[in-house]
């Protein structure tokens, strides 16, 4: 085995390495191309323990502060309705230009910090990377995950907006006191969202609270009428009066009684009952498919399972809409600025 031997090892060495070196080159290449979508795995090269920290993150915070999950469940509904799931619910106003925080919506959102913790954890391990709308994808999975609800594939790949202004999130955001209908056709459908994903995403409401001024016209004044919403059942009223006086903005009420931190099935029961807190909620059983819905979630029995699969695929449907991929947008510092 002489010097010939030896210099067609070395050779093949260096070819080997070149090999693997410009397959490394390759794959970073397509990960940071443009995209036509998102796709699961998407930090797999760039930042692969990036779900890791966000669940890692999300767990410590849940198991400290559990009233946290529904509205930060909640945020990522909020920030796709408004010009896609681009993040432009968490940027600040500028002098001049109020953004979507200031929107009547959002003024009662919480968890803000909780993003940018999340966000402070990713930039100290891969900066630049990972982008503010997928930390809200992400961690909306998490607390649904972290509260015993199910467990889905996030596809990622999203990059930040530049724009966030008051009025888009008035105008995009289906309000709690329109009738399921009017909210199905005027902000659902329009989004690429159908029957089927209203229902079934407006039974992440078994997670969190809602303040009194939400739903106080269904106990004092429905319709102009300074009755109470004949459809709530006539012995939850009282009890929802005793803590929602006329004109109370600041009470917090849970949304699903009993079972407010946890995710499962038991919102729909409050439904059927008509015990709902939100017209948009209540009317849902107005419509036969809804309304069927509702009720085989609601039976004794229960089908969890329906349930689950089915919310994964519509926030995974939720999650797609509008998104900003490839070249688009920006990877911000701080999700509260543009850079």
């Not at 903005?249 to 499962?264: A, C």
């Amino acid at each position: 085995m002489g010097s010939g031997y030896t210099f067609v090892m070395h050779n093949m060495h260096y070819r080997l390495l070149f090999g693997f070196v410009l397959s490394l080159v390759l794959r970073f290449s397509l990960v940071l191309s443009d995209q036509p979508g998102l796709k699961i795995g998407f930090y797999q090269y760039t930042c692969p323990n990036a779900e890791v920290i966000v669940r890692d993150e999300m767990t410590k915070i849940i198991s400290r502060v559990p009233s946290l999950a529904g509205p930060l469940l909640r945020m990522h509904f909020h920030d796709c309705f408004v010009n896609g799931c681009d993040a432009s619910i968490l940027l600040n106003s500028s002098p001049g230009s109020p953004s979507e925080k200031e929107s009547a919506p959002n003024l009662s959102l919480r968890g803000f910090g909780t993003i940018d913790r999340v966000k402070a954890k990713l930039e100290q391990t891969c900066p630049g990377i990972v982008s503010c709308a997928d930390i809200l994808a992400l961690v909306a999975r998490d607390v649904v995950v972290l509260t015993k609800g199910p467990h889905w594939d996030v596809p990622t790949g999203r990059r930040d907006g530049t724009r966030s202004v008051k009025d888009d999130a008035l105008n995009n955001l289906p309000p709690p006191f329109f009738d399921a209908t009017r909210n199905l056709y005027q902000f659902f459908i329009p989004k690429g969202l159908d029957a089927k994903d209203q229902v079934v995403l407006l039974g992440g409401h078994t997670l969190g609270t809602s303040h009194c001024s939400s739903f106080s016209s269904r106990l004092y004044n429905f319709s102009g009428t300074t009755m109470a919403d004949p459809t709530l059942d006539k012995h939850y009223v009282p009890r929802l009066k005793s803590k929602c006086q006329p004109g109370d903005k600041t009470t917090l009420v849970e949304m699903d009684p009993g079972s407010f931190r946890t995710f499962d099935t038991s919102y729909y029961r409050h439904i059927a009952k008509g015990r709902a807190l939100f017209t948009s909620d209540e009317t849902l059983m107005l419509d036969p498919f809804t309304r069927d819905y509702v009720l085989r979630q609601a039976s004794a029995a229960g089908y969890p399972a329906e349930f689950f699969a089915d919310f994964a695929a519509s926030m995974v449907k939720m999650g797609n809409m509008q998104v900003l991929t490839g070249m688009q947008g920006e990877i911000r510092k701080h999700c509260a600025f543009v850079n």
